[in-house]
């Protein structure tokens, strides 16, 4: 059998390639679908481990999982009390019941062909990827609508880059953040989009969802905000946009609230949809509308316009709610021993290196992606703008991680559009340009394909570099690397199913124990905990503070105050290490030290494996004050 020959084949592709290109571009969604399939189907597999031990890790995933379990049982609609931290009052929950929907709703439809545990876990397996689809759809948009008609397809495969931001979709990621980030781009599509009131709709929607599911998004979508009103301001028949996005916007945080807003939201709070945001957006909503349909002909006209118009829904805003001004309402002490040490409240400066290069790869990426768009489009003044604005989304994200590490994500997902956009341009040159151009966009490309696997090459690339100089890394403290390991360790094992559901050999008690393992221990035993990292409840978490850090009787009157039952502690566990630092001779350092109180009675389970951590019984009847030999 003859092959054909290479000009044979070459006059195929070239017969070839326009069709399926032009197929590509017809129906990229379908396209962007069955990309999304390949991606969830190889997520879940490779995850699957974590999917059988039913691994929530973080504390939100946890409490997400009860509180959606809790609503299948039952509870009701518009009740987000988590009763079983401190019971019997239960603890405050400031979410909404939108992102339950789809994961109850796939409980629901596993348990019909298999069996409850099995689906609980495919459901918190698979409901973190649907927000994947509306984000890589997202980009797919914003992608064609900046690079052109074949601009989606890196675009919607970026986020495998963005490994802190792919992070919030992973299986088992089943907390809010996910949706959240997913339509803050796709409110930056409707921002950006050619079709003004298609884009407007879109925007307020979006906008109006992601202020229902939580109020963390709140600064980029007042940001995307602005950026409608000040197009506005520039660009006659901007207004084509603002009117339905001023609609929509009021509109749908409206609705929103009047379905998922709780009982305990109905009140005046600022971190959840409230009377305050509906209140707020609805003013700026109609201000917006106002300002639409008036006869304003010239921009400074319109400047000074919208200006008294947002300076009258500030003031309304600030006279009414100046508390709303900070992002949580806690006292100064609640700040001082729990907030301020949360890693992902801390700034970008405060983080390791080894986690700041990489997570900084992307938003480097975009900023170079960036001004080569914005001087590519200096002659197409819409192009242009689209470019400025999402430039202005992107430095912003970036900025906020100089507040807190928890901008992060957003920082890696809004550099995408102009990444994407710089490496499809390069693409194009090495397929299109001539020998010196492929040369150059060839070590382009090279340069974007290293900083796509920044997550895994940087700490490669450092090893080398170390080993290549006889260098060693060198801790803050002699002790810091061995240190690190045990916490890692602990905070591992003591969150693990295996280990916590031996636990239900007793009968349903409340627990004592760490802030950060309360979610987790009422997530996979029938017990109770007193308390989880969610600062609406914020006395009890001093509580638990002050009884740790304070001597061995007040940490007994305090249990007692909550009726707790039980005393779980893990030794090494990251919470504790706070309490040994903070307060060397309190009780928490105490029992790591090995004085154990007469009134702690050791609890001893049934198990064949070493459990991580120490139980005991708290005995209030028993005299006070004496305690066993100290053990080192």
């Not at 900083?451 to 090459?457: K, M, S």
Request: charged residues 15%.
């Amino acid at each position: 059998m003859t092959l054909p020959s290479r000009d044979i084949l070459c006059a195929r592709a070239r017969h070839w390639a326009p069709i399926l290109t032009a197929y590509a571009q017809r129906h990229w969604k379908w396209l962007t679908f069955l990309i999304w399939i390949v991606i969830a189907i190889v997520m879940v597999a490779t995850r699957w481990p974590a999917v059988h031990w039913l691994v929530l890790s973080d504390t939100d995933d946890n409490i997400r999982y009860v509180q959606v379990k809790d609503w299948l049982a039952g509870q009701g609609w518009y009740d987000l009390r988590q009763y079983r931290l401190d019971p019997p009052g239960g603890a405050n929950i400031h979410w909404s019941r939108l992102v339950d929907i789809p994961i109850a709703g796939l409980i629901l439809f596993f348990r019909a062909f298999v069996d409850q545990g099995l689906a609980d876990r495919l459901a918190c397996a698979i409901a973190p990827l649907l927000p994947l689809l509306l984000l890589m759809l997202s980009l797919g948009f914003i992608g064609r609508r900046l690079a052109g008609p074949n601009g989606w397809v890196l675009a919607v495969l970026a986020p495998l880059a963005a490994q802190m931001g792919l992070g919030m979709y992973a299986p088992m990621r089943i907390d809010h953040h996910g949706w959240q980030l997913a339509l803050a781009v796709t409110m930056l599509a409707g921002v950006i989009d050619g079709n003004r009131l298609r884009g407007g709709v879109m925007a307020g929607i979006s906008s109006a969802l992601s202020i229902a599911i939580g109020m963390e998004m709140i600064v980029y979508l007042a940001a995307g905000g602005g950026l409608i009103a000040l197009r506005w301001v520039f660009r006659p028949g901007a207004e084509r946009r603002m009117l339905p996005y001023g609609l929509s916007l009021a509109g749908a945080t409206s609705l929103c609230y009047v379905l998922f807003a709780s009982y305990a939201n109905r009140e005046m709070v600022c971190d959840a949809i409230s009377p305050i945001w509906v209140a707020v957006f609805g003013a700026a909503g109609a201000g917006m509308v106002i300002l639409s349909i008036a006869p304003l002909r010239t921009w400074p006209v319109r400047l000074a316009a919208g200006a008294v118009v947002g300076g009258a829904v500030a003031a309304f805003f600030y006279l009414n709610w100046p508390q709303c001004l900070t992002p949580y309402q806690i006292s100064p002490e609640l700040q001082r021993l729990w907030l301020a040490n949360i890693r992902e409240a801390k700034p970008i400066t405060a983080q390791a290196q080894s986690m700041v290069v990489p997570l900084l790869a992307v938003p480097a990426a975009g900023l170079v992606g960036l001004l080569w768009a914005l001087w590519d489009a200096r002659r197409d003044s819409e192009r242009l703008w689209a470019w400025a604005t999402v430039g202005a989304m992107m430095l912003f994200s970036t900025a906020l991680l100089f507040w807190q590490l928890r901008a992060g994500p957003a920082a890696q997902l809004l550099a995408i559009p102009p990444a994407a956009w710089a490496a499809h341009r390069l693409v194009a040159a090495v397929l299109t340009g001539t020998r010196r151009v492929r040369i150059a966009a060839g070590v382009g490309v090279a340069l974007l394909a290293a900083i796509a696997c920044a997550y895994p090459l940087y700490p490669q690339l450092v090893k080398l570099y170390q080993e290549a100089t006889g260098t060693k890394p060198r801790p803050w403290r002699p002790s810091a690397i061995a240190r690190t390991d045990a916490i890692k360790k602990a905070n591992g094992r003591c969150r693990t199913l295996p280990a916590l559901e031996v636990l239900d050999q007793l009968p349903p008690a409340t627990i004592f124990t760490m802030v950060d393992l309360g979610p987790r221990l009422i997530a996979t035993t029938h017990h109770s905990a007193i308390a989880g990292p969610y600062h609406r409840n914020g006395a009890t978490i001093l509580d638990m503070h002050h009884a740790y850090d304070g001597p061995a009787d007040g940490f007994r009157t305090i249990a007692a105050k909550h009726h707790a039952t039980y005393l779980l502690v893990c030794p090494n566990f990251p919470e504790g290490t706070i309490y040994q630092s903070r307060s060397p001779r309190g009780f928490y350092a105490g029992l790591m030290r090995g004085a154990i109180p007469n009134w702690l009675v050791p609890v001893t389970l049934k198990t064949g494996m070493t459990l991580p951590y120490q139980l005991y019984r708290i005995n209030y009847s028993a005299s006070g004050g004496e305690k066993v030999a100290e053990q080192r």
